[in-house]
């Protein structure tokens, strides 16, 4: 732990030379003792950790010494140490930015002796919250989103695009593509990385409080608010505001958020002032919300205002072979954190796992692996090892009760994403003409 | 150590009851505390009742490390007189003058504490 160095500032020798020896009890404190305001500003370079100043100094009022050590050292705290009890003054001191106010009296060592451990935890807490922004920083990395397919590249350069401007971005994609892990990755590798990355899931919060999450509230605005509330558009001000779910607002909100976005402001519910923010966006759904602009239930403005730079997550199953890349990923990470001997994937058991589609995507797969790892006794893993929540990919198709058409044109399209799009192996696969495919495509039907 | 005077224990607690250190402490209230009173005597004979006032203020805290008592009283009393300059019609001297005497004896009482640790 290094020192915490503090300067006495004190006319009083006997007082003074007291509290430095009662502080240097403790052998972390380095402290050092000026008898007047001119000693103490011509050693600022010292770097002080803090500053007890005697109010009524010879030279220089207390007063002026603190200004003057904040013109220089802004955020250094300065507490003032006074026989003064007259509580104008002090209140005047910490309007001017006195740290904290300490009448000389018996207990002025014990206030100094808790004041200095609580900067010294302070400082701790600062250094922990800086490690972990790296630490945080470093998991989102774009390094750290796996995949070599032609899909997944198309999205690192949409990504990197992301990152040169603080452009809305909209993320879509089927649950567990990976939205929120995209939306961290460009916070944290965007300018805004130092300020809050702050996500709200639009379907986890009911229609009544959305409103006072987005936007916080005032203190008596509603029963129950007993005291002010920060929403989020506030914390996350400076920083990245995650709207995950967005299709599932409903349109009294949409309205709202739009004129937020619009006027770049808000007012607090039950409040007056006007709040004026900056706060980047960026959204997800799994939901197409162009469609849920025709049917109704998506502001047609709204939805133009968040668009941005739209960014598509492909589906697992249309990845090819990262689901091989990811597994082998998935493996060594597990086996790292468990300290396991890397296990190895068998051929058959890499044939199982190509042939799944994964409605969990990359989520589910992670789970599928770390579960075969556990489940399997050898140092490869076997099909036999490997077990879907979903029973197989034919049965996944069969969930939901359809008609037959409804059933030929899911497995028209899961062959076709499952090929990248490529009709004529589809229909080969499918044993199909594919005019039957492209019949279906111009009818938008798939 | 206590006495009618003074009660050494809040110095003690200051130096983390180490006698050497509440020796030297002693020791240099010896040395400082009576030029200050001696500039109070001078500021008062003058009638510089502002100088008095912030004297008195300054050296306050360290008589109340020793919790000297009536010395502290005395001083509240020479501070509340003198605080926003002294009114010739009020009877200061009554406050001043044990102030100064007490002093000096508590001084050599200090010596003796000193020297008994």
Redesign the interface.
């Known amino acids: 732990m290094r020192s915490f160095r503090l300067f006495i500032v004190e006319?009083?020798?006997?007082?003074g030379?007291?509290?430095k020896?009662?502080l240097q009890?403790n052998p972390d404190n380095e402290v050092y003792l000026f008898k007047d305001g001119k000693q103490c500003i011509e050693n600022l370079h010292l770097a002080p950790d803090l500053i007890a100043l005697d109010f009524?100094l010879p030279d220089i009022s207390g007063y002026e010494v603190m200004k003057k050590v904040h013109i220089e050292y802004p955020e250094l705290p300065v507490v003032i140490v006074s026989?003064q009890e007259d509580v104008k003054t002090a209140v005047d001191l910490l309007k001017e930015g006195a740290y904290d106010y300490f009448v000389?009296?018996?207990d002025?060592?014990d206030r100094l002796w808790n004041l200095i451990n609580k900067l010294r935890e302070k400082e701790k807490l600062i250094t922990e919250i800086d490690e972990l922004k790296e630490e945080v920083g470093r998991k989102y990395n774009f390094n750290n989103i796996k995949g070599n397919s032609p899909a997944i590249k198309d999205v690192f350069k949409l990504l990197s695009k992301a990152l040169k401007t603080r452009i809305t971005v909209s993320i879509t994609g089927e649950t567990g593509t990976g939205k929120e892990l995209v939306a961290k990755a460009i916070h944290y590798n965007s300018s805004r990385n130092k300020f809050p990355f702050v996500a709200v899931n639009v379907a986890a919060v009911p229609a009544e409080l959305i409103e006072s999450e987005m936007f916080g509230y005032e203190k008596g605005a509603f029963t129950g608010a007993t005291t002010r509330k920060i929403g989020k558009f506030e914390l996350a001000n400076t920083g990245t505001l995650f709207l995950d779910e967005i299709g599932e607002m409903d349109l009294n909100m949409q309205a709202k958020l739009l004129r937020a976005l619009q006027e770049k402001e808000i007012i607090r519910v039950g409040g007056n002032d006007v709040i004026p923010i900056d706060s980047r966006i960026i959204v997800s759904t799994n939901k197409n919300l162009a469609e849920e602009v025709r049917k109704g239930n998506f502001r047609e403005d709204l939805y133009y205002r968040l668009l941005g730079l739209p960014i598509t997550l492909p589906p697992l199953r249309s990845r090819g072979n990262d689901i091989i890349f990811l597994s082998k990923y998935f493996i060594d990470e597990f086996c790292k954190e468990n300290d396991m001997i890397p296990k190895k994937l068998s051929g058959s058991a890499q044939d199982k796992l190509m042939k799944y589609p994964y409605p969990g995507n990359v989520r589910e797969l992670k789970a599928v692996i770390e579960l075969a790892v556990v489940l399997s006794d050898k140092d490869e893993i076997e099909p036999e090892d490997i077990n879907f929540s979903n029973t197989d990919e034919v049965t996944n198709f069969l969930v939901d009760e359809c008609t037959l058409a409804e059933y030929n044109r899911r497995i028209i399209k899961f062959f076709l994403e499952k090929n990248n799009n490529n009709v004529l192996v589809a229909a080969q696969k499918l044993d199909i003409g594919k005019s039957t495919i492209y019949r279906m495509l111009k009818n938008n039907e798939i | 150590m206590k006495n009618e005077c003074f009660d050494l224990s809040?110095?003690e607690?200051?130096?983390?009851n180490d006698p050497e250190?509440t020796k030297e402490?002693i020791q240099?209230?010896l040395d400082?505390?009576p030029a200050e009173v001696e500039l109070i005597k001078s500021h008062a004979a003058n009638k510089r009742w502002v100088e008095v006032y912030?004297l008195v203020?300054?050296?306050?805290?360290?008589f109340?490390?020793f919790r000297m008592t009536e010395l502290c009283e005395g001083m509240v009393n020479i501070e509340k007189f003198t605080r926003d300059g002294y009114k010739e019609d009020l009877d200061l001297d009554k406050f001043l003058t044990p102030f100064f005497r007490d002093f000096d004896k508590v001084l050599i009482k200090l010596s003796d504490a000193k020297n008994q640790l």
């Open positions: 006319d009083d020798l006997f007082y030379e007291l509290l020896r009662h009890l009524g026989g000389k009296d018996n002025t060592k | 809040g110095l607690q200051y130096v983390g250190q402490m240099i209230f400082t505390m912030k203020h300054k050296i306050k805290p360290s109340e490390v």
